[in-house]
Each structure stands twice: as structure tokens, then as C-alpha cells.
């Protein structure tokens, strides 16, 4: 997973089901969002997807139904009221079966659907995270059953259109994901817009706009996040240095790499990796507190 990452998780018995707390705030946190729910239970989060800046506090859930750059940050925390957050994994292929099995589920509309969104987490939807969380045990019995049910009040809830957008088999949504993977799949490679529309049965001009309006951004600035998303992890894992990294994510010029570099991460290369390293360094030293 990793779209609340800036915490310390708590594993469960369930692949993909985490709770994670932060006392300290921490730089922002770039990564690979995946379909999940951020619940938070105590303070307040925030996501941002390319222009799309999204604030969730107690109460309140972060619903991610595609894989998209964003960055992740703490808002609010202190020792005495840390972040407490419950994530876990959305299932859309379950999603979808539960709206099979409406007899009237929501009809996603014409216009390009959003692929997150914030909701406010209270009533059958807090009473299902409360069930998980007030009997660890029945964790893996439990979790099947109460994340169709999550899936149905979701469908069913003030959010209903966007969460039918998502779970639409063969709709708009899904056909821009399947060209999103191919996407991701060659982002090393120059990718014409026209291609990917191929993928997504659709003309350039309405894969381009639904294509936004799914992720917040473009395709060429996706790709772009992508290819620099990887040049971090191979400078962080030591696989190369930055120049050796700009040539492998099929940069053209070293110089461009580190301005973008330094424009997406808010340092250099070199001061990112140190910057990163000093923070897994502490999120290590708070583990082995625990």
C-alpha cells in the first residue's frame, strides 16, 4: 500500500489491512497510491494528486480508487495526540460485485468521474471499521464480510456516483485505467497520447480530459512522476547515482533531471537521499522504541 505512509505501521493479521501512527511531523511523503481507504481516527492527513489537495481529519476517510503519484503529510500531530490512521486495501473487483448486486445502483453520469475523494466516515461505515478493530481476533473471519460492506455503503452514500464510476466493469473509468497500466508498464518509453487512447477506446481529447480528471494529472505529467518516482528509488537503494538514474528512466539531459528532480522532491538528489535516509533512520529508532 503506502497512501498514508509519514506513520509507523502496526501490522494485522490481514495482508494489506495496517494501522499506523505518527507522533512528529514529517516531510511530505512521495509515492505510489494504490486503491485503499484512509481512515482517520485521530488529527489530520492530507493528499495531494498533481492540483488536487485533499484534507481528511477524525472522522474522516480517503477513498483512492486508481494508482496515481501523490504526496502524503501529517498535519496535525503531537506526542500527546498523535496521527492515528486505519488503511486498507479497496477491493474493486469487489466493489463491483456488490454493485452487480443492487437491484438500482447509482448511475455514474456522464462526466469524467474523480478517482479519489473524501468522505466523512461515520455511521454503518465507522460501525464496520469499529467491528475490525474491537476484535483483532475475528480479523480474518470478519474481513471479507465487512469489506462488501463497506464496499455497499459507498456505493450507496453521498459519494455513490464516484464510487460506481469506479466499480463500472467497462465504463470510462476502467477503460482509462487499463491504459494507465499500459502507461505504467512503458513509462520509460515515449508513449504517444494517441496510443493510450487506442487502449482506452476513446478519441486523445476525451482520454486526455477523463484522463485528468481521474488522477488530477495529465498523462505526460503522470509518466513524467513516474520516471522520477523510480530515479529516487534507485538513488535511495544505492543501484546508481543520479546521473547513472537520469539515463535510466530515459532522461535526455542530466541537467533537466536534477530541476525536475529537485522541483517534484524539494531538493536535489543528493539532499533528497540524505534527507530520506535521516528519516527511515527515525522511523527505525521509533520501532525499536516500540
Same mark, same amino acid.
Given at each position: 500500500?503506502? !497512501? ?13 489491512? $495496517? ?29 495531494? @494528486? ?21 504526496? #502524503? ?30 437491484? $438500482? ?17 461515520? #455511521? ?35 459519494? #455513490?456516483?464516484?464510487?460506481?464510476? /469506479?466499480?463500472?466493469? !467497462? #465504463?470510462?473509468? %476502467? &477503460?482509462?485505467?487499463? $491504459?494507465?497500466?499500459?502507461?505504467? !508498464?512503458? @513509462? &520509460? ?11 482506452? %477506446? /476513446? ?17 505526460? %505529467?503522470?509518466?513524467? %512522476? ?5 530515479? &529516487?528509488?534507485?538513488?535511495?537503494? *544505492?543501484?546508481? !547515482? ?12 542530466? *541537467? ?7 522541483? /517534484? ?5 543528493? &539532499? ?19
Amino acid at each position: 500500500m503506502g !497512501n498514508c505512509k509519514g506513520a509507523s505501521p502496526f501490522t494485522t493479521p490481514i495482508d494489506g489491512l $495496517a494501522i499506523l501512527r505518527s507522533d512528529h511531523p514529517k516531510p511530505p511523503t512521495h509515492m505510489m497510491s494504490k486503491p485503499a481507504m484512509c481512515i482517520v481516527a485521530q488529527s489530520a492527513k492530507r493528499a495531494t @494528486f498533481g492540483g488536487n489537495r485533499l484534507e481528511y481529519r477524525a472522522g474522516q476517510a480517503l477513498v483512492v480508487g486508481v494508482e496515481a503519484p501523490s504526496i #502524503g503529510r501529517v498535519v496535525e500531530v503531537s506526542p500527546g495526540e498523535p496521527c492515528l490512521v486505519l488503511e486498507f486495501e479497496l477491493d474493486l473487483a469487489i466493489m463491483r460485485s456488490v454493485a452487480d448486486g443492487l437491484d $438500482a445502483p447509482p448511475k455514474p453520469g456522464g462526466e469524467p468521474g474523480r478517482g479519489v475523494l473524501v468522505t466523512d466516515f461515520r #455511521g454503518p461505515l465507522a460501525d464496520c471499521a469499529l467491528r475490525l478493530l474491537d476484535t483483532p481476533k475475528a480479523i480474518p473471519t470478519l474481513y471479507p464480510v465487512i469489506m462488501r460492506e463497506i464496499c455497499y455503503w459507498l456505493i450507496t452514500g453521498p459519494h #455513490g456516483r464516484d464510487a460506481a464510476r /469506479m466499480a463500472l466493469a !467497462n #465504463g470510462p473509468s %476502467q &477503460r482509462v485505467m487499463n $491504459a494507465m497500466h499500459s502507461l505504467r !508498464n512503458r @513509462f &520509460r518509453e515515449t508513449v504517444r497520447i494517441a496510443e493510450l487512447a487506442e487502449v482506452a %477506446q /476513446m478519441s486523445p481529447s476525451a482520454f486526455h480530459r477523463q484522463f485528468k480528471a481521474l488522477t488530477s494529472l495529465t498523462p505526460l %505529467q503522470y509518466q513524467k %512522476q513516474l520516471r522520477l518516482l523510480d530515479a &529516487r528509488r534507485l538513488i535511495i537503494s *544505492s543501484a546508481a !547515482n543520479a546521473e547513472t538514474a537520469s539515463v535510466l528512466v530515459c532522461y535526455e539531459s542530466p *541537467s533537466q533531471f536534477s530541476r525536475e528532480y529537485a522541483r /517534484m522532491f524539494g531538493a536535489s538528489p543528493k &539532499r533528497g537521499v540524505t534527507r530520506m535516509q535521516a528519516v527511515l533512520q527515525e522511523d527505525r529508532a521509533a520501532a525499536g522504541a516500540d
